[in-house]
Structure formats: structure tokens, C-alpha cells
Nanobody, 123 residues
Framework: QVQLVESGGGLVQAGGSLRLSCAAS????????MGWFRQARGKEREIVGQ????????YYADSVKGRFTISRDNAKNTVYLQMSSLKLEDTAVYYC????????????????WGQGTQVTVSS
């Protein structure tokens, strides 16, 4: 089992920045690829990005490319999502997830999920 806890969400003005963290406990963190997903009200959950076990490969959804940065610190069992130039449409609950399939973009490929953290972007 892997337990994931997100933090860092909140209310931010458009154009601002936030950094989300996802702390893992349980099994060896470096064994897992990590994904960030988000779900806006009334919409399906969508992938934001994914980072490989060694951080050698990082994928971003087109909607966040150039604005968001995913990183991980395997020594601290933590993955980060740095969000900049936030837009109203970035408002959502953000989830981190752990899985074993490198390059997986579908949420059903991930085995473990955090509880989510709300990000609200205001005008």
C-alpha cells in the first residue's frame, strides 16, 4: 500500500502561482511513476502530467505545458506540481496518484490516490 497526501491548494488570483506537494508513505516511493490529475466541477478527471521513477521523463497535458512543472524528490518521498500563470480554467481538485506503468495517462492505470486538494483561481 502507498498512502498519498496532497497539500498546498488554495485560492489564488489569475496569473498567480501555487505549488502542490504530494507526500507518500508506505512502499518505496521511487518504485512508482507519479501522476497529477485534476477534476473540475461537472467534468471528468483529466491528467495534468506524469513523472517517471527517476524523473528522466515528464509528460504534460497541452493545457498546462509551459505553465506547470512536475518534479519529485525520492529522498523525501514527495512529488511536486509547480503551477504558474494560473488561469480560471485551472480551478479544480488536484490529485496525485502512484502507478507502475511508465507513460500511463489514463487514471485507471494508477493504483493509489491522494484525497485531493482544491485549487481555486479567481479573476
Amino acid at each position: 500500500q502507498v498512502q498519498l497526501v496532497e497539500s498546498g491548494g488554495g485560492l489564488v488570483q489569475a496569473g498567480g502561482s501555487l505549488r502542490l506537494s504530494c507526500a507518500a508513505s508506505g512502499r518505496t516511493f521511487s518504485n512508482y511513476v507519479m501522476g497529477w490529475f485534476r477534476q473540475a466541477r461537472g467534468k471528468e478527471r483529466e491528467i495534468v502530467g506524469q513523472i517517471s521513477r527517476s524523473a528522466s521523463r515528464i509528460y504534460y497535458a497541452d493545457s498546462v505545458k509551459g505553465r506547470f512543472t512536475i518534479s519529485r524528490d525520492n529522498a523525501k518521498n514527495t512529488v511536486y506540481l509547480q503551477m504558474s500563470s494560473l488561469k480560471l480554467e485551472d480551478t479544480a481538485v488536484y490529485y496525485c496518484a502512484a502507478g507502475s506503468i511508465d507513460g500511463a495517462l489514463r487514471d485507471d492505470a494508477y493504483n493509489y490516490w491522494g484525497q485531493g486538494t482544491q485549487v481555486t483561481v479567481s479573476s
